[in-house]
C-alpha cells in the first residue's frame, strides 16, 4: 500500500480509535464513525449495517441517507448489494450499482442518487457482524487502496463490536452473545444434558485494535512470528514422529515460515491495526475463504493457517490455551473438533460435547459414547456464539443444541431430563434381571467395549459380558503403535472387569474411516470398501500376530473368544483362524499356558458371508452380524454420510429376510449367532431380532435398559406373528405394524 495512504489510513484509524474513547452511547458513537469515515475517504455516504437476527441486516447509522431510514431498513442475507456483501464475506465494488446484479432499490434511503458503491464485510474470526458501505454520486469505482482502507476500518469496528462499543436500544444493537441461539446439528450420542460452556480453544480477545506506533507493532509480529516458526520447528524434530505426521508438519511450516502471510499483516500494521487486530484481519480473510472452497484437502490447509493464526494470537496477547478461567460447574465443552485422546483427559467431568465439525463414526463420538456423554455434532457456528460459562443445554437425541435458551425453553427441557432420569430409574431396578419375553425367551444383553473408559458401565449397566470389544480404539488413542504387553495388560484388566463372563475380543478393525495416525494413511477412493479390517491383518500379519500374542497372555489359561471382523469369504476367516492357532501351538512351545477353552468366530458384515457355503457355518465357533457394516452394503449406504445414512431401516422386509436366513443357516450348523450393530440397542429392531430368533445382542450400555424393559413386556411368538403377517401382505417395512401391535400391548 502507498505511504500517502498509509498514513491516511492510519489517520483515520486514530480518529475513530480517539472518538471511540469518548464516553456516549453506542447509537451516537456509530453517527460519529460514519460521519468520519465518509470525510475521511471523501464520500458522500457512509452507512453501518448490523445483524439484528442471522439472516437479517439493519441500517444502523449512515451519514448521506435519510436518517428516518436508520433502523427502518432491512434487508435479508443475499438481498440487494449489502445482502450479497455480507453472505460472500467478500467486497462488492461498483461504479454503476443501479445495474449491478441483485441491486435492490430502496427508496425510504434516497440512494438512487449514489452511483458508485463500496461494500466490505464487518466480520470477526468467521463471525459475520455486519456490512460497511461507502457510496458516492459520481460513477467511478473504488481503488485498491480505497477497499483496502475500508476492510481495515472494517476490522476495527468489528473488534469494537465485541467489545460492547455499540450496545444500545433494538435487536441490531443489543449486546453480542446474549440472544438464545438454536443449533440444530446431528446426532453423536443420545442423551440430554444442561450445563454451561466451556471452550476447548478459549477466545482470544483483543482489547487495542488501533495501534500509534507501527514499527514497534511490526517488531512485535516478526518477534511472535519467530516464535511460532520456532515452536513448529521443534514440534517437527520431535523423535517420536513418524514421515506421514512429519508430512503434515511440514505443511504447516510452510504457513508458518509463508512470507505473504507476514507481508500481509505487516501491511495492516503499517495500515494503522495492531499486531494482534492484524493477525484477526488475516484470520478473517483465511475463514472466509475457507467456507467459499468446496475442497477438503484445501479446506484443511485453511484450518492450519486458522490455528496456525490462533496459536501467533496467543502468544501476542499472551493469553496462553490456559487462559487461567476456572471450568465452570457442569461443563459442557464447546469445540470446533477435538482428538479422542484430549476428550478421554476431560474425562466423565463433562457433561455433554458440542463440536462445529465431526462425524458419528469418528473417534471423538466413539470416545463420547464410552463416556456415555450426550455429544451433538455439526452445530455450525457454535464456537463463534458461545463464551465460557454460557448457560447451554444439549439434546443429544434430537441433535438440537440451546445456547442461552429462554425459560421457557429451560423448563421444557428439564422436564425431557426428569422424565430420563425417571426412565433411568426404572431400568437400573431392572439390572439384575433377565430380558426373559412374556412368553419365557430369554434374549442375552451384552454390551459393546474398547476403552478402559467402558469398563464401569459392565457392572453399571447389568450387561452379560462383552459382545464386542472394539480393540482398535485402543491403537486409535495413541500417538504410537502399542507394544504387546501393554495391550496383554490391558486386556487382563478387560478380562477381570468382566468377571467371568465372556468378551469377544475383535482384532484390528483398521481403515476406512479408522485411520492410525501414526500409519501410512491409504490413498483409496472408496475406503469403506478398501484395505480394512482383516484385509490388512492378512496383508501384513506382523501386528495381527503381535495382536493375537497380547491376547493369549492376557487370557493367561482363562477362556479367551477371538472374533476377526469383516470378512467376505471363507478362505479368509481360515487363514486368520490358523494364524491364531499358530500362535497358541507357539505359546504352548514356550511354555506359557494357553487358554482352557477357544473360541473363534466371524464378524459377518458383508452380505457374501452370507451365502458362503456350509463349511464356513461349521467351522466357526460363533457368528456376529455386524449390522452397521451390512446394513451399508446391502443398502449400498455410507453409514457415515448424512444425506443417506438414515435413508434405509433394517425393519425393511428386504434387510430382515437377510437376517432371517443368516439365522436360518446358523441353526442348521448349531452356529451361535448374535447381533453386535448400532441396532441392537434400539427396542423396536431388537424385538424385530428378537422375535426372529435372536438370542444374544450386544449394543452400548445405556442401551440395555430400554432393550431389557421392552423385551421383558413383550411375547415374542406374537411380535414373530406380526412381522409374518406384514410380510405376507406384502409391506415394505414392518415397522408401523410392530409399532401399532406394541400399542396395543398392556404392561
Ligand atoms: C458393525 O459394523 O456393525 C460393527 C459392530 O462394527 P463397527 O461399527 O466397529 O464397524
Ligand atoms: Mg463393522
Known amino acids: 500500500m502507498p505511504e500517502r495512504s498509509e498514513s491516511e489510513s492510519r489517520k483515520l484509524l486514530k480518529r475513530l480509535r480517539d472518538s471511540l474513547a469518548v464516553p456516549g452511547k453506542g447509537q451516537d458513537r456509530l453517527d460519529r464513525i460514519t460521519s468520519l469515515i ?16 442471522s439472516e437479517t441486516l439493519e441500517l444502523c447509522a449512515t451519514e448521506g441517507l435519510n436518517p428516518d431510514a436508520v433502523h427502518q431498513t432491512r434487508l435479508k442475507l443475499g438481498e440487494g448489494l449489502v445482502g450479497r456483501v455480507a453472505r460472500s464475506a467478500a467486497p462488492v465494488n461498483t461504479g454503476n450499482a443501479p445495474a449491478e446484479r441483485g441491486f435492490r432499490f430502496m427508496p425510504e434511503t434516497g440512494e438512487e442518487i449514489y452511483s458508485s458503491f463500496l461494500g466490505v464485510p464487518i466480520q470477526r474470526v468467521g463471525e459475520k457482524l455486519g456490512v460497511l458501505v461507502v457510496q458516492s454520486r459520481n460513477q467511478r469505482e473504488y481503488s485498491d487502496d480505497e477497499i483496502y482502507a475500508l476492510e481495515v476500518v472494517a476490522m476495527v469496528l468489528a473488534e469494537m463490536t465485541e467489545l460492547g462499543a455499540f ?3 433494538g435487536e441490531a444493537l443489543s449486546a453480542k452473545h446474549t440472544q438464545p441461539v438454536l443449533f440444530r446439528g446431528n446426532t453423536g450420542q443420545e442423551g440430554a444434558a444442561e450445563g454451561n460452556v466451556w471452550l476447548h480453544e478459549a477466545r482470544v480477545v483483543v482489547t487495542n485494535p488501533v495501534a500509534d506506533d507501527p514499527v514497534a507493532e511490526t517488531e512485535r509480529i516478526r518477534a511472535a512470528v519467530l516464535q511460532l516458526r520456532v515452536s513448529v520447528d521443534d514440534l517437527l524434530s520431535a523423535a517420536s514422529l513418524d514421515k506421514e505426521q512429519k508430512q503434515v508438519l511440514e505443511a504447516y511450516r510452510l504457513f508458518a515460515h509463508s512470507r505473504g502471510w507476514l507481508r500481509r499483516m505487516e501491511e495492516d500494521i503499517g495500515a494503522g491495526l495492531s499486531a494482534e487486530a492484524a493477525v484477526q484481519k488475516e484470520q478473517s480473510a483465511a475463514r ?9 484437502y484445501l479446506r484443511d490447509r485453511l484450518h492450519d493457517l486458522d490455528d496456525l493464526s490462533h496459536r501467533l494470537l496467543r502468544i501476542l496477547t499472551g493469553q496462553g490455551k490456559d487462559t487461567g478461567a476456572a471450568m465452570p460447574e457442569n461443563p459442557v465443552l464447546v469445540a470446533r473438533n477435538i482428538g479422542p485422546a484430549e476428550l478421554l483427559d476431560y474425562g466423565r467431568k463433562l457433561r455433554g460435547v458440542v463440536l462445529e465439525e465431526g462425524s458419528v463414526g469418528s473417534h471423538a463420538a466413539i470416545v463420547a459414547r464410552a463416556l456415555a456423554i450426550p455429544l451433538v455434532i455439526h452445530a455450525e457456528r457454535v464456537t463463534t456464539e458461545a463464551l465460557n460459562g454460557d448457560h447451554i443445554m444439549v ?3 434430537q441433535g438440537i443444541v440451546h445456547l442461552r435458551p429462554e425459560a421457557t425453553v429451560a423448563a421444557a427441557f428439564r422436564d425431557k431430563i426428569a422424565m430420563q432420569a ?4 426404572r431400568y437400573a431396578s431392572l439390572r439384575g434381571l433377565p430380558a426373559q419375553s412374556k412368553d419365557g425367551a430369554v434374549v442375552k444383553l451384552q454390551m459393546n467395549a474398547g476403552l478402559m473408559a467402558d469398563l464401569p458401565s459392565l457392572e453399571s449397566s447389568g450387561a452379560e459380558g462383552v459382545g464386542l470389544f472394539r480393540t482398535e480404539l485402543q491403537f486409535l488413542i495413541r500417538n504410537q503403535m502399542p507394544k504387546r504387553d501393554e495391550l496383554a495388560r490391558l ?10 463372563h465372556k468378551v469377544v475380543f475383535r482384532t484390528l478393525d483398521i481403515g476406512s474411516d479408522k485411520v492410525l495416525p501414526y500409519m501410512k494413511p491409504q490413498d483409496e477412493p472408496n475406503p469403506a470398501m478398501g484395505w480394512r479390517a482383516i484385509r490388512v491383518g492378512l496383508d501384513k500379519p506382523g501386528v495381527l500376530r503381535m495382536q493375537l500374542q497380547a491376547l493369549l497372555r492376557a487370557s493367561n489359561g482363562r477362556d479367551l473368544t477371538v472374533m476377526f471382523p469383516f470378512i467376505s469369504e471363507q478362505h479368509e476367516f481360515a487363514s486368520a483362524r490358523s494364524h491364531l492357532l499358530r500362535e497358541v501351538h507357539r505359546e504352548r512351545s514356550l511354555g506359557h499356558p494357553v487358554p482352557k477353552d477357544l473360541k473363534i468366530g466371524a464378524m459377518l458384515e458383508t452380505p457374501s458371508l452370507a451365502f458362503a457355503p456350509r463349511s464356513f457355518f461349521e467351522t466357526t465357533d460363533f457368528i456376529s452380524i455386524g449390522g452397521n457394516d451390512l446394513k451399508q452394503f446391502f443398502f449400498a449406504a455410507d453409514r457415515e454420510n448424512e444425506r443417506v445414512r438414515r435413508r434405509y431401516d433394517v425393519l ?9 436366513q443368516i439365522i436360518q443357516r446358523c441353526a442348521e450348523t448349531d452356529t451361535p449367532l448374535s447381533f453386535c450393530g448400532e441396532d441392537a440397542g434400539r427396542p423396536i429392531e431388537a424385538l424385530c431380532f428378537a422375535a426372529l430368533g435372536i438370542r444374544t445382542l450386544s449394543m452400548r ?14 411375547d415374542l411368538t406374537a411380535a414373530r406373528r406380526v412381522i409374518d403377517a406384514a410380510r405376507a401382505e406384502g409391506a415394505e417395512t414392518v415397522r408401523p405394524a410392530v409399532l401399532d401391535w406394541l400399542a396395543t400391548q398392556v404392561d
Open 288 to 296: 472466509a475463504r475457507m467456507e467459499q472452497v468446496p475442497d477438503a
Open 652 to 660: 425393511n422386509v428386504s434387510f430382515l429376510n437377510l437376517i432371517e
Open 422 to 425: 425417571k426412565a433411568q430409574e
Open 167 to 169: 450496545i444500545g436500544e
Open 491 to 500: 486386556y487382563a484388566r478387560v478380562m477381570d472387569a468382566a468377571q467371568g
Open 701 to 714: 450400555p445405556a442401551s440395555i435398559g430400554p432393550v431389557k424393559a421392552l423385551l421383558r413386556r413383550v
Open 38 to 53: 465518509a470525510d475521511s475517504m471523501g464520500t458522500e455516504v457512509c452507512s453501518i449495517y448490523l445483524f439484528r437476527d
Open 395 to 397: 439434546d443429544g437425541d
